[in-house]
């Protein structure tokens, strides 16, 4: 097996917290960080990262996709996903991990009596390897760690004891030879696995791993300010437009200055279901 991890990038070459958190937690293994030719920043990722650093023409990479609109906005992040195929393969990877670039830590989430705890182990290679192992012997088209905010409520909450859902976001495990799609200028993750899990593709997360980041819309630089420009509204049509019987939008957060829109999928509307070999009878 020959992986490595693409970072993906623009306008933050001096604030790439993924880079410092495999750093920090001694990940071993090849690692890239993909930019876009439009990146104003080049040289000074290049002065930073060096030999690391992958540059990919985004004119060429927004032929290649279909946008679900015709805003064609420059700074979604859709264009540089949809990439890595072809840029692992040029590397002659046959795995791969596709990080944003604004992950604090890895971790991995444990019960510990009426508590939810975190650990963050010393050496991430090991897991990033075993989840490689899981993909192959899965079946699966892509596989995903969880996030922080996925474990609101602790222990009681039923993610944590899921072991894996269907849900598949941000931390994205891949194999070169089963390239898939990214559609949609915005909500790109949410659309794939919710479109293309109905049509029999595997998408898991593993839920008692977990990736932490930045909040959304907070960061600046990448994608961030295509989301304030558009808001978490627009964001969220996008998977409806692509799954309409499955994805809804509806409204989350505490309180009703902190509400926001946000998309609210039906899983036992996108994907199959294996039934019970008893049912066959």
Known sequence: MESAILILSHGRADSCVTVKALR????????????DDEDEQEMAYRNRYGEHVIRFCKREAMARVDSMDNFREHGAVVYARNECWE???RLGLTHFLV?????????????????LKSARPADITPLFDATFRFLDESGADAVCWAQGGDFLGGVRRCFYWKGLSRKAMNCWFFRTDRPLEFRGTLNEDTTLYAEQGRSGKLFFTITPLEIQQRETQKGGGGPTDTYLDMGT???????VIACPSAVTVKMMGGTKDSQRYHHNVDYDLCAPKILNKRYRE
């Open 233 to 239: 509204y627009i964001k969220s049509f996008y998977s």
């Open 99 to 115: 990080l944003d670039d604004d992950y604090n830590c890895f971790g991995v989430r444990y019960a510990y009596g009426v508590k």
């Open 87 to 89: 840029i692992a393969d």
């Open 24 to 35: 920090r937690q001694n990940y071993t293994g090849d690692w890239y960080v993909v930019i």
